[in-house]
């Protein structure tokens, strides 16, 4: 028995930030990033999707303890960005901009740490109902 399985767990946090290029004026900021540059910040209801493929433990019948993964994503995820001001309470974001695309990555490396390296992880992100990145690419 050496089935190939992938499981998936939601999670949903807000948070707010400001994207930005520090290196530039903030007309030119406004200008690129629209709205999403306010200087007094702007928030998100972030919906998040981990999906870990591997084969099913022969014994257990699990690929990974969904408990355990309710646990990590609430406990280095959500505990530690919910109701957050990203580009000031987070040290992640203190020298990246926070976008989508890189809170995503973020999120993945935060978690491989966690997986063990024969589970493959991936990460989605919408930043709105409509608008997703997803890490790594398949």
Same mark, same amino acid.
């Given at each position: 028995?050496?089935?190939?399985v ?41 919906? $998040?999707?981990?999906? $870990? ?17 309710? /646990? ?6 959500? /505990? ?24 995503c990555? *973020?999120? &993945?490396?935060? $978690?491989?740490? &966690?997986?063990?390296? /024969? ?13 997703? *990145? ?5």
């Amino acid at each position: 028995m050496n089935e190939i399985v992938s499981i998936y767990r939601r999670a949903h946090f807000n948070a707010a930030h400001r994207l930005f290029v520090s290196q530039w004026s903030d007309e030119e900021n406004s200008e690129f990033f629209g709205k999403c540059s306010n200087p007094y910040y702007h928030g998100h209801n972030y919906e $998040l999707e981990v999906r $870990l493929t591997g084969a099913i433990d022969p014994v257990t019948g699990f690929l990974f303890d969904m408990t355990r993964l309710k /646990d990590l994503i609430k406990i280095h995820v959500e /505990d530690r960005f919910d109701h957050k001001n990203l580009n000031v309470e987070c040290a992640e974001f203190k020298h990246r901009n926070p976008t989508a695309e890189n809170i995503c990555v *973020v999120i &993945y490396n935060i $978690l491989r740490e &966690y997986i063990p390296v /024969d589970i493959k992880l991936r990460v989605k992100l919408w930043e709105t109902p409509r608008n997703y *990145v997803s890490y790594p690419v398949d």
